[in-house]
């Protein structure tokens, strides 16, 4: 994590880089920068659902059904790496697909502010009305933990990303799901739709203060 740094007085004429002394060929890499991430596009809609129930005044629930991703032919191929994962977890002692599903809760529905281009550039459906932020799946997290060698190949997978850490869920004015987009690590090269974190920032005390005040 990209830790706060306490001082008395900010000297604002430094740069943050200059003051850890960085050099500038390593500015790129972690942990004085984080990312870059871009938009995944999940290929879930309503069929792969048991139900998603979403409403503008409450918090929602959803429940992907494992059983609907093997139906069809080419759906095994969109979702191989997921139906891996969950046959992995399936193995762990708190853990029943088969009897509990996959289930997730959500936020309230919110409107869509976004319009044109910039719905096409974030990669938002062109009629969506409303979104949601899909909160990650009530999964048993020791086993998850405990899989080392298959973390990286899990953040290459926006189905995978959805259920470990959320994602955003887009709604037509009949709340009709329309699609779902995560957040994953992304190729630089790409050039597009990337959110990157910058080096940490010096953090003045004084600050502190005013936030307890208010």
Not at 42 to 55: A, E, N, R
Request: proline share 5%; with cysteine; aromatic share 12%.
């Amino acid at each position: 994590m990209h830790s706060l740094t306490l001082t008395n007085d900010l000297d604002m004429e430094s740069t943050d880089e200059e003051k850890m002394n960085v050099p500038s060929s390593t500015l790129r890499s972690f942990p004085h920068q984080l990312g870059p991430f871009g938009v995944l596009t999940s290929q879930l809609t309503t069929k792969h659902f048991t139900w998603v129930q979403c409403s503008e005044y409450e918090s929602g629930t959803y429940q992907i059904d494992h059983r609907r991703l093997q139906q069809q032919p080419d759906c095994v191929a969109h979702f191989q790496k997921l139906l891996e994962f969950i046959a992995l977890l399936n193995k762990s002692d708190t853990f029943d697909v088969d009897e509990y599903g996959i289930f997730g809760t959500m936020s309230p529905l919110y409107l869509v502010t976004l319009t044109g281009t910039n719905k096409k550039y974030a990669n938002v459906p062109v009629n969506a009305k409303y979104f949601a932020w899909a909160y990650p799946a009530a999964l048993p997290t020791a086993a998850v933990a405990s899989q080392h060698s298959m973390q990286r190949q899990w953040l290459r997978d926006a189905h995978i990303i959805l259920l470990l850490f959320g994602g955003y869920m887009y709604f037509d004015k009949q709340k009709n799901l329309l699609g779902i987009n995560t957040l994953g690590p992304m190729d630089a090269s790409l050039g597009r739709g990337q959110l990157t974190f910058h080096p940490p920032k010096s953090w003045d005390n004084r600050f502190t203060m005013t936030l307890h005040k208010h």
